[in-house]
């Protein structure tokens, strides 16, 4: 099949523009978003400068400072082209962030508190793979500077700890379970995070790793893709928070994890984003477009409009409830879009464009969602 994607061609689609939406509309609006994310009023906000030319996100709903958020707000900051940001982040998560000693050295603790202690000596995945996917394009964009600040350095041997962490006398565990090349939900446990699969970052890091380690993204590109068929719901396009590695919604005995996982929930939103960006840049595999045409289908037209902020089981179930983060959940599903043949996919680009921001205490997670669903349907979210 030939490929059309973003990496082969050097087009990224701009459904805002096949909106009808011109190229100065589209940017100031993005750059809006942005300001309004980093230089916003308190209640907008999510950034914050800090003592040291330092600067954190803090995820306003839990008043911590996570990962995810981090390597988040790196990831927006190379592809917006600010460097100053950028570099206050990452200067942030290595200095209160990055464990040096302990069984997890050589990982991020995945959530601290604003003033820089660490709330928890765990790490994350999710963080750990944007942390280096943000690490490598600041390289190609900026090149490497000395220090932590050697970006492509940094990167590397980020991924190459995320991989062969346990092998020898290193202790603590794999990020990437080694048999199955799928990523594990934490070290030391045998499920997974759907939406922790970017075979599209693993692509490009069996191109830029270290060389030894390129073989093992390689693998675990085309491994994750498998993954999604079977975590994704053939009929729904959704996938569960958590899951087993056969793709199985992971339902634990014990009540260990703070709740309910199986169903289709905060997490798993990232899912068909995730799919519709890889779709995007590598078109690898028809079903992506299919499988995004078919949550667009279900969640945009068979299920009533009233019941779109729900909660729901991976069949399309409503559950009882509201969900906690439903504009992140409608961005994700409208960015996935990119991957779409269906004009429907154009339609509901042009409702979003102007679509608000969330502000308040839960705004955080919502509105990161809500730029990488922006700057993805603006052809803005680039390989560098």
């Known amino acids: 099949m030939e490929r059309t994607g973003a990496f082969y061609t050097g087009i990224y689609r701009n459904l805002f523009a096949e909106a009808g939406f011109g190229e100065d509309e589209i940017e100031n609006r993005k750059q809006e978003i942005f300001h309004t994310l980093f230089y916003g009023k308190e209640e907008e906000r999510i950034f914050h400068t800090a003592r040291g030319n330092m600067g954190y996100i803090e995820d306003t709903g839990n008043h911590d400072v996570r990962t995810e958020g981090m390597s988040y707000g790196m990831m927006m900051c190379v592809q917006m082209d600010r460097k100053e940001e950028f570099d206050r982040l990452w200067k942030w998560a290595r200095t209160y962030m990055y464990m040096n000693d302990g069984e997890n050295a050589g990982y991020f603790a995945w959530s601290c508190k604003t003033g820089g202690e660490k709330n928890d ?13 943000s690490l490598f394009f600041a390289s190609h964009r900026w090149g490497d500077g000395e220090g932590i600040f050697a970006y492509s350095k940094e990167a590397a041997d980020l991924l190459h700890t995320c991989i062969h962490k346990g092998e020898g006398q290193n202790g603590g565990r794999a ?3 080694e048999e199955t090349k799928l990523i594990r939900f934490v070290p030391g446990v045998d499920f997974t995070d759907p939406s922790y699969h970017l075979p599209h970052f693993y692509e490009l890091f069996a191109l830029w790793a270290r060389e030894e380690d390129r073989p093992f993204f390689r693998e675990a590109a085309k491994a994750s893709r498998e993954y999604l068929k079977r975590a994704c719901h053939g009929r729904t396009g ?24 199986d169903w289709y ?14 779709y ?52 994700a599903h409208v960015q996935a879009g990119i991957a779409s043949s269906s004009g429907e996919a154009v339609g509901l680009a042009g409702d979003f464009f102007r679509m608000p921001l969330r502000t308040g205490g839960r705004r955080y997670y919502d509105n990161c969602l809500y730029f990488f669903a922006f700057l993805a349907l603006s052809g803005g979210y680039r390989i560098y």
């Open 121 to 133: 000596w765990g790490p994350a995945p999710d963080g750990e793979e944007f942390f280096a996917m």
């Open 175 to 177: 990020m990437w379970d």
């Open 238 to 261: 959704f996938s569960p928070e958590y899951a087993q590695y056969d793709g199985s919604p992971y339902r634990p005995v014990l009540d260990c994890w703070g709740g309910r996982h």
């Open 265 to 278: 929930y905060s997490d798993a939103y990232r899912t068909i984003a995730n799919i519709g960006l890889d």
């Open 280 to 331: 995007s840049w590598f078109s690898a595999d028809i079903w992506e477009q299919e499988i995004v045409e078919r949550l667009q289908e279900f969640y945009f037209h068979t299920l009533e409009e009233k019941d779109r902020d729900g909660i729901f089981d991976i069949d399309g179930s409503v559950l009882p409830g509201k969900a906690l983060h439903p504009l992140g959940m409608k961005a």
